[in-house]
């Protein structure tokens, strides 16, 4: 049972925010793309940096090294949502915060990834060294991108205070690699006390099933290092006590069953009221939600459940939501149906109502209706869809000279979309141009060394082609950047024994193999710690 250890972090409460545009590729830090304009906000005081205490035990190497290999298993899970778009939007609403206070980034420069896992608790959480998921239905939760930001924002504030970090600093640093397999016996049952530990298990999805819960003191800390991110980034801080306040009703309704976001992440009336008394200080600054924010909530009701009764219910939602006089909400709406179409492997429906969307979004916006106003640019979450619906399999095979050409335009208006890069190798493959799909892959990969989806693809290109022992060499390369070195190592011995391997083919193959062999030395050394 592979398990990767979640040391959540509590979130403060809600404040208010408004994105910009998806942009830059996930992981990668990222500025805010199209119109995105800060707010000038008066500037709050400054919170010190409180994780020096523990730099003996845990440096902020450590850090990222353990989020590394925490993130590799989470990744592997079924329940990861390894979407595209969705990612896309999370990492340009996540580091358009980050910019706003680059000192967050510590020391070290930490590139913060966000993402999110499908789990239908209100729940979000931060890992050692700057990654932050959210769970699938928070998003859906999220009733504007303040609410969202509130929770990022207070998230990032624990990475910044290094709170983890200093929960664990009485550890010896050559016995925190190993942390993960260590705390799996710990899983049975409920943790007692102030401190709770969970995991994301294999066969059970990445549900939390219990976090770390940290401390007042540093709570209090992530919120205000919250809400001065907020506010310097330009949102309204008060969709922070908006979000809180709908979640303490709710948890009315759960009778003993308080909902997970509230159990790790705990108000206290004075916490409330401590932000509620820095709202006050900061001027009303009111900002339509993004475009890109109710795409992405769509994709996230999609992904939560893709069961056939699951894609009916997020249907019917759609359908209910068209009755909204938002033009954001109508086209989210038709984008959301053109989604469970592409699901249901249903282009002509899937076309259709994505035609519905965009001309949805150049409607008027209905009267007393908040909505960026004026001519919409294009939106990248619109462009991948279209080249989703283009490229599904069922489509017939003249259509694949339609999404090449779509794809080549995409890629040159959203150069720093990553999804849209890997769709363009895709539409390149389907329109049956394999060498210059190798060639465009192989580039990539020279370029972003950390994506194992470009692998899979080039992977592919080669299987067309027939090349078996090079096809074997990329999935190698897809294994070792997913941490699965033995995987990797079987790719390898694979490839050698193809019939189409060549003399040099063998050397690289050898090389790449004591290169491999030895990593996995020092893997199982930082495993027996």
Known sequence: M????????????AQTYTSAPAAPAAGAAAKPAGNWTPLAVPPAPNLPNLGDTSREDLSPAMERKIGEEVMRGIRGDRDYLDDAPLLEYLNTFGNALVAARPSVRGETNYDY???????????????PGGFIGVHSALVLAAQTEAELASVLSHEIGHVAQRHIARMLGQQRQDALMPLAAMLLAALASRAGGDVALGVFAAGQGLAIQRQLNFGRDAE???????????????FDTTGMVAFFGRMQAASRSYSDLMPAYLQTHPLTTERIADIQARIREQPYKQRPDSLSF????????VLQDESMQGLLNAKAVFKTQLEQQSRFQVTAAHYGLSFVAVKQGKPAEAQKELDAANAALHQPAGPNVFTSGGTQGPNSLLAAMGLEVLLMPVQKKEVAQQALKAADA??????????IAHQYAEALMAAGKLEQSTLYLRDQVQLYKEEPEL????????????????????LAE?????????????????????????????????????ELQEKRREQLKDQKG
């Open 294 to 301: 109710h795409l992405a909530r769509a994709r996230a009701r």
């Open 410 to 419: 995409a890629r040159q208006q959203f150069p720093l979309s990553r999804g």
């Open 455 to 474: 692998y899979d693809l080039l992977a592919k290109a080669y299987a067309d082609q027939g090349k078996m022992t090079l096809q074997h060499m990329a």
């Open 220 to 234: 209090r800390e992530a919120d205000r290092i919250g809400f001065q991110i907020m506010g310097e980034a330009g």
């Open 2 to 13: 592979l398990a990767a250890l979640c040391l959540a972090a509590p979130c403060a409460p």
């Open 113 to 127: 990834f966000f993402f999110a896992v499908r789990d239908p608790q209100l729940n979000a959480f931060a890992l």
């Open 478 to 514: 897809s294994y070792v950047l997913q941490g699965a070195t033995m995987a990797a190592l079987d790719q390898l011995t694979i490839a050698r024994k193809s019939t189409d391997a060549t003399f040099y083919d063998q050397a690289v193959i050898d090389a790449r193999e004591r």
